[in-house]
Nanobody, 121 residues
């Protein structure tokens, strides 16, 4: 069983920054491609960014390119998402999960509680 604990969200004005963290346990974190997903109110959960176990990044979602940066620390079993120049449309609950790189879909069935990001205009 994998445990995923997201943190770092909050309320920020447009143009501001936040850094999300995802602490993992129960699975060998360093062997998985990991990613961030988000779900806005009334919308489906969507892929945001992913990073391979070696630290190579996969293509970001178009709407966050140039603003978000994914990173990981395998020694700490932790995934990060640096979000800069935030926009109101980035408002969502953000989740982490392992990523199936063939489909860019989440790999684990279980999810953490997510962390709420709210961007005011």
């Amino acid at each position: 069983q994998v445990q995923l604990v997201e943190s770092g969200g909050g309320l920020v004005q447009a143009g501001g920054s936040l850094r999300l963290s995802c602490a993992t346990s129960g699975r060998p974190f360093s062997t998985y491609t990991m990613g961030w997903f988000r779900q806005a109110p009334g919308k489906e959960r969507e892929f945001v960014a992913a990073i391979t176990w070696r630290g190579g990044t996969l293509p970001y979602q178009d709407s966050v390119k140039g603003r978000f940066t994914i990173s990981r620390d395998n020694a700490k079993n932790t995934l990060y998402l640096q979000m800069n120049n935030l926009k109101p449309e980035d408002t969502a609950v953000y989740y982490c999960n392992a990523v199936n790189i063939a489909t860019m879909q989440p790999l684990f069935d279980s999810w953490g509680q997510g962390t709420q990001v709210t961007v005011s205009s």
